[in-house]
Nanobody
Framework: VQLQASGGGLVQAGDSLRLSCAAS????????MGWFRQAPGKDREFVAA????????YYADSVKGRFTISRDNAKKTVYLQMNSLKSEDTAVYYC?????????????????WGQGTLVTVSS
């Protein structure tokens, strides 16, 4: 499966942004999906994940209550709605797909990765 992330940009602290990740290729609905991010000089970290049905969602503590992951299997797209953005949310955001029904928080569990989209939050 090929993944294309989009929606990044430059915003101010407190603003909102919605990232999208469009999938092509194999059956999208059979994959759990995740969002990860990598800030400058730091390791890539887990942000959010969603099961193939959308019924199970996990979030990193740092984004819980501010970010929402969702998916539209008909459109083969997963979204990350980011509200109340902070400067520490600045990072390249990656979407990933895992051939599993239950979402994971560990990047090594994911089989396919998108190219990343840059989110910059100015304070």
């Amino acid at each position: 499966v090929q993944l294309q992330a989009s929606g990044g940009g430059l915003v101010q602290a407190g603003d909102s942004l919605r990232l999208s990740c469009a999938a092509s290729g194999r059956t999208f609905s059979s994959f759990a999906m995740g969002w990860f991010r990598q800030a400058p000089g730091k390791d890539r970290e887990f942000v959010a994940a969603i099961s193939w049905t959308g019924s199970i969602k996990y979030y990193a503590d740092s984004v819980k209550g501010r970010f929402t992951i969702s998916r539209d299997n008909a459109k083969k797209t997963v979204y990350l709605q980011m509200n109340s953005l902070k400067s520490e949310d600045t990072a390249v955001y990656y979407c990933a797909a895992d051939e599993a029904t239950v979402p994971k928080k560990v990047e090594l569990e994911y089989d396919y990765w998108g190219q990343g989209t840059l989110v910059t939050v100015s304070s």
